[in-house]
């Protein structure tokens, strides 16, 4: 006897997007806004009533995490930061996550929070890795596509200043008038 297994919502919408892959398979590339629109176009999905307070709560998490101002040193830095951890509510363990603002945030939450955000570029790189090696592995063209993963030298790039003293401005003139010669 066959069991039937409800979906996950993950599921579910996989299937919405493979669906609308199999109606418009000449369209190569495509937007999840087509997708979306599609879909509710289609009866395929619908708004579900949400929980106000969890709504707008990640509303909230969402605009915190663009939100950067600029440091004494002239970085464009994040002002809020996140960490995660499990703690137990009313006998059930749960995942809560924590904020604390830059400015006033203690070494222990900054610890968690950057390593746990270091953790997400690394789960970032491992899925590009398995991402590039079936590409070059299974890939009709033949083609081999290499990616580094030392971001070294970006960063130094990165953080290289924009304008050098004595350099051309972006107009074209002088920036340092100091070196000009007279007559």
Same mark, same amino acid.
């Given at each position: 006897?066959?069991?039937?297994?409800?979906?996950?919502?993950?599921?579910?919408?996989?299937?919405?997007?493979?669906?609308?892959l199999k109606?418009?398979?000449?369209?190569?590339?495509?937007?999840?806004?087509?997708?979306?629109?599609?879909?509710?176009?289609?009866?395929?999905?619908?708004?579900?009533?949400?929980?106000?307070?969890?709504?707008?709560?990640?509303?909230?998490? #969402?605009? $915190? +995490?663009? @939100? *950067?101002? %600029?440091?004494?040193?002239? !970085?464009?830095?994040?002002? #809020?930061? $996140? +960490?995660? @951890? *499990?703690? %137990?509510?009313?006998?059930? !363990?749960?995942?809560?996550?924590?904020?604390?603002?830059?400015?006033?945030? %203690?070494?222990?939450?900054? !610890?968690?929070?950057?390593?746990?955000?270091?953790?997400?570029?690394?789960?970032?790189?491992?899925?590009?890795?398995?991402?590039?090696?079936?590409?070059?592995?299974?890939?009709?063209?033949?083609?081999?596509i290499e990616v580094s993963?030392?971001?070294?030298?970006?960063?130094?790039?990165?953080?290289?200043?924009?304008?050098?003293?004595?350099?051309?401005?972006?107009?074209?003139?002088?920036?340092?008038?100091?070196?000009?010669?007279?007559?």
């Open positions: 006897m066959k069991q039937d297994f409800k979906k996950t919502k993950p599921e579910f919408l996989q299937d919405i997007i493979n669906d609308y109606a418009f398979p000449e369209q190569l590339d495509w937007t999840m806004d087509d997708i979306a629109g599609w879909a509710i176009r289609e009866g395929r999905w619908h708004p579900q009533a949400r929980d106000a307070i969890k709504w707008c709560a990640s509303e909230l998490a #969402k605009a $915190a +995490r663009v @939100e *950067y101002e %600029t440091d004494p040193q002239g !970085r464009r830095v994040r002002t #809020k930061h $996140a +960490r995660r @951890e *499990y703690v %137990t509510v009313q006998g059930e !363990r749960k995942q809560m996550v924590f904020w604390e603002d830059a400015k006033t945030a %203690t070494p222990a939450h900054m !610890r968690v929070s950057l390593q746990q955000r270091r953790g997400g570029v690394l789960a970032d790189c491992a899925q590009l890795k398995r991402d590039t090696d079936s590409f070059n592995e299974n890939n009709k063209n033949g083609a081999h993963y030392d971001f070294t030298e970006d960063l130094f790039e990165l953080e290289a200043p924009e304008d050098y003293p004595g350099s051309p401005d972006r107009d074209g003139d002088d920036a340092d008038d100091s070196d000009q010669i007279s007559d």
